[in-house]
Structures are given as structure tokens and as C-alpha cells.
Nanobody, 122 residues
């Protein structure tokens, strides 16, 4: 599975961005797809996941502001980010997990895209 993430940028607090993760090699509806982020000096953290194209999971800090979704025709997973805050500033990564057991743990994810920088100014 190859993943390519894009869509990051610089936005003011309160603004929106949509990240995209284009996948090849597996259909996104057949695997768990996740978004993670890593801020400077911090560990990589779970943000959101789309479990085999159906159910979703979010870290509490983004609930109500971020939405993860998938487009099977484009084999792409999106992360719509609204009401962005400066603390959302990080490099965002998409990842794929082939296992049948879902987990937020980044170690469970087998494939990773390159990161895309999101910077939210105050």
C-alpha cells in the first residue's frame, strides 16, 4: 500500500483545511485508515480513523471539529478540519492498518504517507 498525503498549509485560527490521503495497492474501504499528527518536541498522536470505510473514531480534542471520510471511487481518505486552533499545528500523517483488529496505536499501522505540515496562526 502506498499513501500520499497532501493539503496542508498555513491558516488563521478558526479557519479550515482539508487533508487528502490518496491510496494505491488496497481499497481504503477494506483497511483501517488513520490520521496522526506530530508537533515539534512531542510524540506522534492519533487524530482520527476510518475503520474499513464505515465507522469513525476521533481523539477528544478534535471531536466536533474534524471529520474523516473516504471516497472509494478515488481511493482517497479525507480529513476535514474546521475551527482550527494553534494547538492543531503539527505535521499530519495518514496511515493504513491491514489488521482485522482496530487500534489507535501507531505501531499497528503498517503503511505511512509522507507528512503534510499544518500551521495555525493565532
Amino acid at each position: 500500500v502506498q499513501l500520499q498525503a497532501f493539503g496542508g498549509g498555513l491558516v488563521q485560527a478558526g479557519g479550515s483545511l482539508r487533508l487528502s490521503c490518496a491510496a494505491s495497492g488496497r481499497t481504503v474501504s477494506t483497511i483501517n485508515m488513520g490520521w496522526f499528527r506530530q508537533a515539534p518536541g512531542k510524540e506522534r498522536e492519533f487524530v482520527a480513523a476510518l475503520r474499513r470505510g464505515s465507522s469513525t473514531d476521533y481523539v477528544d480534542s478534535v471531536k466536533g471539529r474534524f471529520t474523516i471520510s473516504g471516497d472509494n471511487a478515488k481511493n482517497t481518505v479525507y480529513l476535514q478540519m474546521n475551527s482550527l486552533k494553534p494547538e492543531d499545528t503539527a505535521v499530519y500523517y495518514c496511515a493504513a492498518d491491514r489488521s482485522t483488529y482496530y487500534s489507535r496505536n501507531s505501531r499497528n499501522y503498517d503503511y505511512w504517507g509522507q507528512g503534510t505540515q499544518v500551521t495555525v496562526s493565532s
